[in-house]
């Protein structure tokens, strides 16, 4: 048996909880955000991330490109419609880029993020602005698949994203097939939810509806990301 992490120790109970929950109550739609584009799982190494994924859900992901100047490459794999896993990894090939999630230094693939789909991004921008928010971008980005097809997107991120518990925003360019469509099939998502402590509970679930998420926050010891993902070996268990 694989010793736990400092960080999986700290999560266990609460993830455990989770699962709990959901075999006796809520259905799909009640515990997985509509909004939701796409899951990021963090890995110190991206064919490390990959065979994680496969190890537990029995399907592998399979290789989208680098993300030139960010350090980074990934893997994808579908959870449906306008929905994704992406592992995400340093890139070998871009040594002396900033690693600002900080990739290298995971003991295990972890949940680094995620993102939903506002609709018009820039419309979306304006409205937060004109509420206070404070948001960068939005902002472009690409990626070049390794068909030759070029993926375009805007992202417009949160100056407070409550720890990481909050999603940036993307929309994808007129033309750009999704990435669903086409990663590898198999998998859907059963959970998505966030875990704040008690305290901050009632502020996060008033800012979670002024931005819209349908994002499920339950009470917990710690503040984290708690997914799960069902394939046909078995379920991905996962926190940030």
């Known amino acids: 048996m694989q010793p736990f992490s400092r960080r999986r120790f700290l999560f266990t109970a609460s993830a455990a909880l989770a699962a709990a929950r959901i075999s006796r109550s809520a259905p799909q739609q009640e515990i997985v955000p509509k909004l939701l584009d796409h899951i990021l799982i963090g890995s110190p190494d991206l064919e490390k991330g990959i065979a994680f994924v496969e190890e537990r859900t029995g399907v592998r992901a399979a290789f989208g490109g680098v993300h030139p100047g960010a350090g980074t490459r990934n893997a994808l794999l579908s959870l449906g419609s306008n929905r ?3 592992i995400i990894a340093p890139d070998p090939q871009q040594p002396n880029t900033e690693d600002k999630r900080n990739l290298r230094s995971l003991d295990e693939p972890v949940i680094v993020g995620y993102a939903q789909h506002p609709g018009d991004i820039e419309a979306f921008a304006k409205r937060l ?12 980005g690409s990626r070049k698949r390794p068909d030759g097809r070029v993926l375009n997107w805007k992202t417009l991120a949160l100056q407070d994203d409550a720890g990481g518990l909050f999603p940036f925003f993307i929309e994808w360019g007129s033309g750009t097939i999704h990435p669903s469509v086409d990663a590898p099939q198999g998998c859907s998502l059963e959970l998505f939810e966030a875990i704040a402590t008690e305290q901050t509970l009632v502020p996060l679930r008033h800012r979670a509806g002024q931005l819209n998420l349908d994002l499920k926050i339950g ?4 503040p984290h990301l708690h997914a799960i993902v069902a394939g046909p070996k078995g379920r991905l ?3 940030f």
């Not at 602005?129 to 472009?140: L, M």
């Not at 009470?219 to 710690?222: D, E, K, Q, S, Y």
């Open 84 to 86: 994704y896993l992406e």
């Open 129 to 140: 602005k004109g509420e206070g928010f404070e948001a960068t971008g939005p902002a472009p």
């Open 219 to 222: 009470p917990g010891r710690t």
């Open 237 to 239: 268990d996962i926190t």
